[in-house]
């Protein structure tokens, strides 16, 4: 059975930085695509970064240059390093994994439908 487990969520001041982790259970990790997407009160969910099998990255236009995304291969985690958070990436978390071959575009436009997703961890940046 595969399990997502999120975590390092909290808050912070705007400017600030947290790590996400997400720990996998249950599946080959390197065979999946995987990333993260987040959802705020009242909007839509919007894909944050993701990896594809190969290893390539793709990020939301509102978080290139501040988010990073990451794997450890021998830990089965995967990370999502915020810096430079600002109020608008307040918003609940989610990791996501998927067995469909797909490139690291298409699964950020996709996490939310991704076959796999944990529960989420909450991010709240004040001003």
């Known amino acids: 059975q595969v399990q997502l487990v999120e975590s390092g969520g909290g808050s912070v001041q705007a400017g600030g930085s947290l790590r996400l982790s997400c720990a996998v259970f249950g599946y080959t990790y390197s065979s999946y695509c995987m990333g993260w997407f987040r959802q705020a009160p009242g909007k839509e969910r919007e894909g944050v970064a993701a990896f594809d099998s190969d290893g390539r990255t793709s990020y939301a236009d509102s978080v290139k240059g501040r988010f990073t995304i990451s794997q450890d291969n021998a830990k089965n985690t995967l990370y999502l390093q915020m810096n430079s958070l600002k109020p608008e990436d307040t918003a609940m978390y989610y990791c996501?994994?998927?067995?469909?071959?797909?490139?690291?575009?298409?699964?950020?436009?996709?996490?939310?439908?991704?076959?796999?997703g944990g529960q989420g961890t909450q991010v709240t940046v004040s001003s």
């Open positions: 996501a994994a998927d067995y469909r071959p797909m490139t690291a575009i298409q699964a950020l436009g996709v996490l939310q439908a991704f076959a796999y």
